[in-house]
């Protein structure tokens, strides 16, 4: 079994930062993708940013310029730096990983999800 927990999510002013964290703990064999996704109320879950199993890294369009997503993988840890945040960042945050665990292969693991929210 594999858990991810993520933490470092808030309230914050338009124009301000977070920072998100992603620890990934378990049975695992490799991490093979991981990122980040978000869901605001009565909108469906979407991509923010991702290391994809060839290392490069895919963005939304709309965070381009202002978030970026790094990693430890000594810790199995991805994190999202968030600058320049608008109103329209408020959601639930996700991460998300592609991991090859003993026995079960690969699977895709989901955290519990963190609240941004933007606001004045």
């Known amino acids: 079994q594999v858990q991810l927990v993520e933490s470092g999510g808030g309230l914050v002013q338009p124009g301000g930062s977070l920072r998100l964290s992603c620890a990934a703990s378990?049975?695992?064999?490799?991490?093979?993708?991981m990122g980040w996704y978000r869901q605001a109320p009565g909108k469906q879950r979407e991509l923010v940013a991702a290391?994809?199993?060839?290392?490069?890294?895919n963005y939304a369009d709309s965070v381009k310029g202002r978030f970026t997503i790094s990693r430890d993988n000594a810790k199995n840890t991805v994190y999202l730096q968030m600058n320049s945040l608008k109103p329209e960042d408020t959601a639930v945050y996700y991460c998300?990983?592609?991991?090859?665990?003993?026995?079960?292969?690969?699977?895709?693991?989901w955290g519990q999800g963190t609240q941004v929210t933007v606001s004045s």
């Open positions: 998300n990983a592609d991991v090859r665990v003993p026995i079960a292969g690969t699977r895709d693991y």
């Open positions: 378990g049975s695992i064999f490799r991490i093979n993708a």
């Open positions: 290391f994809t199993s060839g290392g490069s890294t």
